[in-house]
C-alpha cells in the first residue's frame, strides 16, 4: 500500500460520522430533485407545457444539494454557510406550491439537513 492511499484512508477515518450522515442527505436530496426535474419535465408535453422551466430549476438543486455534499469535507466553512443558505431556502420554497408527498419527503430531509449542520456547525467553521 503506498503512502498517500494510507493518508487518504486516515483522513476519512477522521470525518465524523455525523458529518457523513449530513453528505448523505445532501445526496438523497439532491436524486430527489433530479427525479422530480425528470418528471416535471415530461408533465402534459413538458417543452409545450412551460414545464421545462421548473425542471430546468429543480435540476441546478439537485446538483448543488450534490456538490454540496461532495465538497463539504473539503470546503467545510464556505460549503457549511451556503448549504445552510440552501436549506433554508428550500423549507422556505416547499410551502409557496401544491404540497404533496414529494414536498413532505424533502421537507423532512431539508429540517433534517439543517439540524445536522447546526448540530454540528463547530466541526464546519473551526
Known sequence: MKMTEVNEEKKTDLIPRKVKITQMLFYVNGVIWLAL??????KDGGLQGGYWIIALM??????????????LVKYPKLLFRLGLLVVVVNILLTFTDQFGFFDIATLVIDLALFNMLMLNRRYYVS
Open 37 to 42: 426535474a425528470g418528471f416535471a419535465f415530461f
Open 58 to 71: 429543480m435540476v441546478g438543486n439537485g446538483a448543488v444539494l450534490i456538490a454540496l455534499g461532495l465538497g
